[in-house]
């Protein structure tokens, strides 16, 4: 019998009366055997997710030596959980031993990683399903990346004869033995890596929505519902700033070619979003997918009469950044400029007038300019490659709302476009592409 994969959100597991309905869905269908949880999420706007009071109980531990008081918050949502539940579960000792734990260990991971935990022991009692921990099943190498190969020999051994099970996201043990999570929204990864060992037929992600939005419906009132996305098409707008999905959980499955599923807790009956390798992807006719952004970036403008003859030039510029420790997101280039597209949260003042400097000494370039306050934007879709006329377009669409493009960067591959605008200008350019493409 095929397998599926379920991984539910935080906002899926935000209360007892949410997880009755998760088990609802889980036994509505025999192949959903393996399920990743979150930490539970917000039961209503102004609450904290669970993650976030475990970060103020490191916070505490760090200062005064004991987690006590922010633990308190911990420990009252999941007795609330319970009760809600109305499980013969014991939660008391569970939670004092985690809180003895997390004071012992004094590690940022560990205490991150128990919003996960204690829930997927609460799941696992309610679905009467295994309870495996990521700890003996997930594991990074010395370098903090991924073990793939270790990981996947050990949950398909965990898993063998095991009818049904409960893993919690987010974290995995490194090579000390030490817990070490994901980066934020990980959980997403640890469903993908699940996914992958056991060769699933699919990896159903449930959230709060129903599919994945061609963009931010907070910027644009009710957008279209993409029905099918390609894995390089989501990873473009995931990284961009679509948020439905973490944009690591693709790696897993798409090496495995298993499709991902988006689907909507609250709402079951509904189609969701399919993410599927390109060899079953179908182009709908649309022009564009998706369109999405982030704001917040500086650009490095670098001009150099006849560096394209400069041996290394490129090389000593990047090497300065390295140096630092800055990643660079784009480097449109032409013959005698280039320009570095970086994160402006990475380029505090001082260390931007370090690098300036570090630039003019190892390069000598005619000019050099920096512009703050950008917005980068990206349109992405399959059918732009096979329109004639997809960029005139997107530039009549953006030039028609009066907004001024800073900056245009293209792939080779056609499946993006993304533009640089002021930061000021970032809604209203990115609902002028919506318009022009969907309406």
């Not at 295994?130 to 996947?152: A, C, H, N, Q």
């Amino acid at each position: 019998m095929a397998v599926k994969v379920c991984k539910f959100g935080g906002t899926s597991m935000a209360d007892g009366n949410v997880i009755n309905g998760v088990k609802k869905i889980i036994e509505s269908d025999p192949q959903r055997r393996f399920v990743v949880v979150s930490a539970p999420g917000k039961r209503y706007s102004g609450d904290t997710k669970v993650t976030d009071l475990l970060y103020k109980c490191y916070e505490e531990l760090i200062h005064s030596g004991s987690c006590k008081t922010s633990f308190g918050a911990v420990r009252a949502r999941f007795n609330s959980i319970v009760r809600e539940l109305n499980i013969d579960f014991d939660i008391s000792t569970l939670l004092d031993e985690t809180e003895k734990l997390i004071e012992e260990k004094k590690s940022e991971d560990f205490t991150a990683s128990r919003g996960e935990y204690l829930c997927a022991r609460i799941v696992a009692e309610v679905l009467d399903a295994k309870f495996i921990d990521s700890t003996d099943t997930v594991f990074f190498k010395e370098d903090g990346s991924f073990d793939g190969e270790k990981s996947y020999k050990a949950i398909s051994s965990a898993l063998n004869g095991v009818p049904r099970a409960v893993f919690p996201g987010f974290y995995g043990q490194d090579t000390d033995g030490n817990v070490k999570t994901f980066s934020r929204g990980g959980s997403d990864i640890s469903g993908a890596i699940i996914a992958r060992a056991v060769n699933a037929s699919v990896y159903e992600n449930w959230t709060d929505v129903s599919g994945f939005l061609a963009c931010d419906p907070r910027i644009v009132e009710n957008p279209k519902r993409i029905k099918t996305i390609s894995y390089k098409e989501l990873r473009e707008l995931s990284y961009m700033g679509a948020n439905v999905l973490h944009s690591d959980s693709i790696f897993p499955v798409s090496k495995a070619n298993i499709p991902i599923q988006i689907k909507n807790t609250f709402r079951p009956q509904d189609d969701g979003t399919a993410i599927v390798p390109i060899t079953r992807y179908t182009l709908s006719g649309s022009t564009v997918t998706g369109v999405a952004g982030k704001k917040n970036f500086t650009v490095i403008f670098i001009e150099k009469s006849h560096m394209n003859a400069e041996v290394g030039f490129i090389c000593k510029v990047l090497g300065i950044l390295v140096e630092a420790g800055i990643s660079v997101e784009h480097i449109p280039s032409g013959i005698d400029t280039m320009s570095l597209v970086i994160e402006s949260s990475h380029l505090p003042a001082d260390k931007l007038q370090t690098v300036l400097e570090e630039i003019k000494k190892a390069v000598a370039p005619d000019f050099i300019r920096v512009i703050e306050d950008i917005a980068l934007i990206a349109t992405v879709g399959h059918g732009m490659s096979s329109s004639v006329g997809t960029s005139a377009r997107l530039f009549n669409a953006i030039a028609s709302a009066n907004i001024n493009i800073k900056m245009i960067d293209q792939g080779s591959s056609e499946l993006n476009i993304i533009v640089g605008v002021k930061n000021d200008d970032y809604e209203k350019c990115i609902r002028a592409i919506y318009r022009e493409f969907f309406r």
